[in-house]
């Protein structure tokens, strides 16, 4: 069985194409990036492939039973078409299998919420692709929060809206074994999953980190307009309302969810503070 995997040297990609190496078998796998360069270093088979491009996936897709979507960083606007095309190569190629990285988050009501709705819409063209289908929904990444440690402890803090609102963390490398599943069991096939770890608050989360660094950060959260002004001051316009969204998010609750990493996986997610002691440890 041959399984692709876009976007292979982004952060996520390569983690998958990873687990799937261990998994599987080099071999069996196929990375796809938009500069073959950067995914040589990954020890499989890696081939062109430009999310603006069908072309590039019609080539790339050849012999594939399996293809990983992995959600595009593009604008809404863009992203949908660029998915489609990923979509109809894999038609036109007699792909058997697709999977879709999706994302938890509102439909509608906060700056991030179009772009949940794009990956809703993407989420409608797999279902009516006429191929077997899978639709991984993620939590929030916990890597980012880490990766700013240094940001914090020079602010004295983790600043945001998020109040005490609850969100579900998790981390590259437990996506990646749930990927691994999401792609290979059968049994799974038809499903939307949420993906994520028991959901806690900014407060637990500053606690867990000061646990595993010995730090004294604390958690103060800040109106989302101010916290919007911020971001954007810091990220540009895009990115920064993109933030803001997210954490506005969780301020109301929309990352307060269940999740199904258990029954993709037949394992409980990794706690938040297994998760930070991973990454603390390279």
């Known amino acids: ?31 796809i990036a938009r500069s073959p360069g950067k995914a040589k270093s990954l020890g499989v088979e890696i081939r062109k492939g430009d ?8 080539k790339a897709l050849k012999g594939v039973d399996a293809v990983l979507l992995v959600s595009g960083m593009d604008h809404p606007d863009k992203r949908i078409q660029q998915h489609r095309n990923v ?3 894999a038609k036109e190629n007699g792909v058997k299998k697709i999977v879709y990285t999706s ?33 991984g929904r993620n939590g929030i990444y916990i890597e980012p929060d880490l990766e700013y440690i240094a940001t914090y ?4 803090g983790i600043i945001n809206c998020a109040a005490n609102g609850k969100c579900g963390y998790t981390s590259r490398n437990e996506l990646a074994f749930a990927y691994f599943k999401l792609l290979t069991e059968d049994g799974l096939l038809g499903g939307i999953y949420n993906l994520f770890g028991d959901p806690v608050t900014q407060q637990q989360l500053a606690e867990a980190i000061n646990k595993a ?19 954007q001051a810091a990220l540009g316009d895009f990115l920064g309302t993109v933030i803001g ?18 029954k993709v996986t037949q394992r409980a997610h990794k706690s938040l503070e297994e998760m930070i002691n991973d990454y603390a440890k390279g």
Not at 103 to 129: C, H, L, M, Y
């Open 87 to 89: 979509i109809e190569a």
């Open 245 to 262: 969204g997210i954490y506005e998010g969780i301020r109301t609750g929309k990352y307060d969810n269940s999740s199904d990493y258990l």
């Open 103 to 135: 994302i938890v988050g509102a439909e509608e009501g906060n700056a991030f919420s179009p772009i949940v709705v794009s990956n809703r819409q993407t989420e409608e063209d797999i279902k009516k692709s006429g191929m077997q289908w899978t639709i």
């Open 51 to 58: 999310y603006n491009s069908k072309e590039d996936f019609v």
């Open 1 to 31: 069985m041959q399984i692709a995997v876009t976007t292979a040297s982004g952060k996520l990609g390569s983690a998958i194409v990873n687990r799937l190496k261990l998994e599987i078998g080099a071999k069996n796998v196929i990375g």
């Open 153 to 156: 402890k020079k602010e004295g």
């Open 213 to 231: 660094y010995n730090l004294t950060l604390s958690f103060k959260s800040v109106s989302v307009e101010e916290y919007v002004k911020e971001r």
